[in-house]
């Protein structure tokens, strides 16, 4: 068998406005994913923010709106790519897989898709916190939003390689509370968003420091506040998006790989 | 001139770890327009052989040529040139039926203008243009295999592989998939290879049957050829008693006018039904019948004692569904004789019944039915599960065998 194979823009297109048409008719999970969003903002942010005030001339809602936003575009972007067990226990994947299109250009397609979806939620949440006072609006707010829309493209990419890649291992539903046990929520408490990674202790940092969405949030930070940690200095920015794009070849490789061996 | 062979096998074979050999060596042409039948049990190797065909799996070793493409050189091409329906639904219940169909003909490449025409043609030609709109979560079985066929012929393949059409629907849903089959192959002139074990399918739809069985071809013909071999009159036999089959059997083969004798279980004729609707109601009090008879199994053993121990929970209860399985699966028993001019033998049997002192429930002369010719060579009913224990094992294996297997890329 090739291993390279030829990439078509139709199917990659037509898996991708799969993803819009479904995304589009799920207002349930759209809706209760910006509620829980605002849920957070509004008791951490307002209730808890008022007795701690904030970290670094950045107060407490200010500083919590990009990795509540992170935590959206995480949780819809794993689940994205997770759902290809449902595509495959509901027969759908077996319709893809005997049109004559590669495997690559499904799971590109899936990919983007996710991606998409994801950064609509990404902007929705970031338009709630905004509402809700979280940023100053100035020009360079304006331009860092359009900057943060693309580090959201770019931070959901690799995150829904990664649920490609476990939906591609995992046989069953039952395993998706334990993704969420253990993979989610691990990735989405060490990423930053309730306190610097400056103040916590160093067995925190190191763990913190080894988590993909930890320098997602970090960029958004950088995109909608124009600062970030002291840890990683003003050349912050730089490191979080060379480790998001890295993150985004790794797991979009890896993604494609198990795909391309899972059953049907 | 003869015709062209859209499809040719040579030598296919699958075999899954540990040598089970799920396709076994077949070979066959299927010439271009003619509906060809997969018929055989669970496990036979019927999907295995589409999986193959339509590049889903890789064979272990042989080949075949669709529409003149290779399936191991030129997995696009054949893919192009196949539509497949598979045994179970493939469509994506968020989307409309419209949505599901538009989103194929993309997948295959074809451009705005072609897509809205073919799929106007074919929801109409499925009869599901008013629903077209709807959710296809909003459908009946009946018309997602509808929706299903339509899509398969969406991108005008010449070749359609239908796994089990029909497993599952009603028998008026049935019989309008298979006309709308019909339609399709003589409007559109596609090849047909259908995979089925309904053997009144195979035998209405079909220009050929191909009786597949451990993976290996039993037989090709046509149906008529088929049951023109087994040449004269089936009788069946059914007894108020049914372990007085074991007692009347000997009797019979020692007759030259008999030329084969099988026992049925879960009859396929019209008394053995109407019989097992009868026998339920009073089950609870025949609950010792199953151990009498010969040829039980574990399985039937194992409901048995399901049956006992629920009986004794609720006696006072109507008889539940499970029971009525359970009859089913071991009560009916009747026996089946191949005989010539048959019309002439029934006197002669139930004389000899009488001299045995048997008691005669019923006796049916028919014509032999496919299901007749599937038993003389295989050995055994097709919608009869049991076999011997260790081919059910056998079966169960490959199929299971058979689902976990990676695809190709």
């Known amino acids: 068998m090739k291993m390279v194979q030829p990439l078509s823009g139709q199917a990659i297109y037509v898996v991708l406005l799969r993803e819009l048409k479904r995304y589009w008719r799920a207002k349930a999970r759209v809706i209760s994913s910006v509620a829980q969003s605002i849920f957070f903002l509004a008791v951490f942010g307002l209730g808890l923010g008022g007795f701690i005030g904030g970290f670094g001339g950045v107060n407490y809602l200010s500083y919590m709106a990009p990795g509540i936003i992170g935590m959206g575009l995480l949780f819809g972007s794993v689940f994205s790519g997770v759902s290809i067990i449902f595509d495959r226990q509901f027969g759908f994947m077996k319709e893809m897989l005997v049109a004559p299109v590669s495997r690559t250009s499904i799971i590109i397609g899936k990919i983007l898709g996710g991606a998409t979806t994801a950064t609509i939620q990404g902007i929705i949440l970031m338009a709630v916190a905004g509402i809700m006072g979280a940023f100053t609006p100035s020009l360079a707010l304006l331009a860092g939003a359009f900057a943060a829309v693309g580090a959201m493209l770019l931070i959901t990419a690799g995150f829904v390689g990664l649920g490609v890649a476990i939906g591609s291992t995992l046989n069953d539903f039952h395993a998706f509370q334990l993704l969420s046990t253990f993979v989610m929520w691990p990735m989405f408490m060490l990423s930053g968003v309730f306190f610097p990674i400056d103040v916590a202790p160093l067995p925190l940092q190191v763990a913190m420091l080894c988590d993909p969405m930890f320098y997602g949030v970090e960029l958004l930070r950088w995109c909608l506040l124009g600062t970030g940690t002291e840890l990683l200095g003003s050349l912050g920015w730089l490191i979080s998006l060379a480790v998001v794009a890295g993150f985004d070849v790794l797991m979009v490789g890896l993604g494609t790989y198990l795909f391309s061996r899972s059953q049907i | ?409």
Not at chain 2, 207 to 229: C, H, M
Not at chain 2, 313 to 339: A, H, I, Y
């Open chain 2, 1 to 409: 001139m003869s015709k062209v062979n859209t499809i040719e096998v040579k030598a296919l074979t699958k075999v899954f770890d540990k040598d089970v050999k799920a396709v076994d060596g077949i070979s066959f042409n299927v010439e271009e327009g003619e509906i060809l039948g997969f018929l055989g049990p669970n496990g036979a190797g019927k999907t295995t052989t589409l999986n193959m065909l339509s590049t889903l799996l890789r064979p272990t070793s042989g080949t075949a040529t669709i529409n003149g493409h290779d399936i191991l050189t030129e997995p696009d091409a054949v893919r192009r040139s196949i539509g497949y329906v598979f045994q179970d639904t493939t469509l994506d219940i968020d989307l409309t039926g419209r949505e599901n169909l538009d989103f194929h003909g993309r997948l295959y490449g074809l451009d705005r203008n072609m897509r809205q025409q073919r799929i106007k043609e074919l929801l109409g030609l499925v009869q599901l243009t008013d629903r077209a709109d709807d959710l296809v979560k909003t459908y009946s079985g009946g018309m997602k295999r509808r929706l299903e066929i339509a899509r398969g012929l969406l991108h005008h393949p010449k070749v359609l592989f239908l796994d089990e059409p029909t497993l599952g629907l009603d028998p008026q849903t049935r019989r309008s998939i298979w006309e709308h089959i019909q339609r399709l192959n003589q409007e559109k002139n596609v090849t047909i290879i259908l995979t089925t074990h309904y053997t009144e399918e195979a035998d209405y739809l079909c220009k050929r049957i191909l009786i597949i069985d451990f993976g290996k071809i039993v037989v090709l013909d046509t149906p008529d050829n088929l049951k023109a071999r087994l040449k004269g009159d089936v009788i069946s036999l059914l007894f108020k008693n049914p372990a007085a089959i074991e007692k009347f059997r000997p009797l019979l083969e020692s007759k030259s006018w008999i030329h084969r004798i099988n026992v049925v279980t879960s009859g396929n004729n019209y008394i053995t039904m109407s019989r097992m609707i009868q026998t339920a109601p009073t089950m609870s009090d025949n609950v010792d019948m199953g151990g009498n008879m010969p040829e039980m199994d574990s399985r039937t053993i194992g409901s048995n004692k399901k049956l006992q121990k629920s009986s004794k929970q609720k006696s006072k209860q109507p008889v539940t569904d499970e029971s009525r399985q359970f009859v089913d699966e071991t009560c009916p028993k009747c026996l089946n004789l191949l005989v010539d001019k048959g019309g002439h033998r029934i006197p002669e049997i139930v004389k000899l019944a009488d001299e045995a002192g048997v008691i005669l429930e019923s006796v049916e002369l028919r014509k032999p039915t496919l299901d007749d010719v599937f038993l003389s060579v295989t050995g055994r009913n097709i919608r009869e599960e049991k076999g011997s224990v260790l081919d059910m094992v056998r079966r169960h294996r490959i199929m299971r065998q058979a689902r976990g297997q990676r695809v190709r890329g």
